[in-house]
């Protein structure tokens, strides 16, 4: 079964940097696109940024261009997110996601916490 689990996520003060990890497993990574969003409560999931299957391609939401860099490592089956600059707009919880082939369903991992704060 597909699994994907988030790490890195925690209190960061205006201006810094983190660096989130996305360890999947249960299906072929290197087969598909991998994808973070991030949500505020009470917001809609918002995409944060897209890599391509050999990270060759990414795409990133205008709020992340400049400061936010995916990245993926397939021989570890490991998704990245680092966030520099940071500000307090910044606070939600990510997720990491890929689609399921013909259906196109996403999958998603459990979300971690990104509280930029001083």
């Known amino acids: 079964q597909e699994q994907l689990v988030e790490s890195g996520g925690g209190l960061v003060q205006p201006g810094g940097s983190l660096r989130l990890s996305c360890a999947a497993s249960?299906?072929?990574?290197?087969?598909?696109?991998m994808s973070w969003y991030r949500q505020v409560p009470g917001k809609q999931r918002e995409l944060v940024a897209v890599?391509?299957?050999?990270?060759?391609?990414?795409h990133y939401a205008d709020s992340a261009k400049g400061r936010f860099t995916i990245s993926r490592d397939n021989a570890k089956n490991t998704v990245y997110l680092q966030m520099t600059n940071l500000t307090p707009e910044d606070t939600a919880d990510y997720y990491c996601?890929?689609?399921?082939?013909?259906?196109?369903?996403?999958?998603w991992g459990q979300g971690i916490l990104v509280t930029v704060s001083s």
């Open positions: 890599i391509a299957q050999d990270g060759g391609n990414t």
């Open positions: 249960g299906f072929i990574f290197s087969d598909y696109h």
């Open positions: 996601a890929f689609r399921r082939p013909i259906t196109q369903q996403l999958v």
